[in-house]
């Protein structure tokens, strides 16, 4: 919710039919020069995430370049949060954000020249680390589901943290992403050097 701030609340949920990886570049615009978190249809697969209330969704529309807001059906949606079955109401819709074709790095991964950065994979894994601290149906599970559902983990990674060596003054929790990071085996692919 951070990085959206229309959002209200947020309820962790699985889809049916889609798939996650590190694959989301923006090759057409200057100054681009990281590989985001996107996802495409890929039948017969699941991932997690969440589920939140947007008070505007055209503006998040706007704000999702390269993305493409795909509707929902109750059916693909299984909610995480030990509340049972979830319905789209009559008038709701929700929606999963897949990324366009052109937005899909050629190799499916993050390359040398668009790479992973850990101040995007903080932001991801801190989002499943309060997931798993507020609901106890997903605890101790949503943060590894969502790493071993993510593709293309790769050493085309680099921590762009303010200050690496001294990472817990600029975000307090680094360690505990570190550590979900390191019991989901992809810890070592960051390259661990500081930019400046």
Sequence with gaps: MRTNPDAVGAWPARVTGYSRGWYHQFANYVGSTCTFLGAVEDKGKTMNGAIYKVADIESTKKREVGYTAIALKSHEIE????????????????YIFVSNPESISKTKAPTAECPMVQSYVDICINGCLEIDAIYRAAKGSFTQEFISSTTGWNANWVNDRIYPRRSLFTLPIASEIDRALKEGNVLHYVQLHDLR
């Design 79 to 94: 909610m995480l949060d030990g509340g049972g079955a979830f319905e789209v109401g009559k008038g709701a819709n929700v």
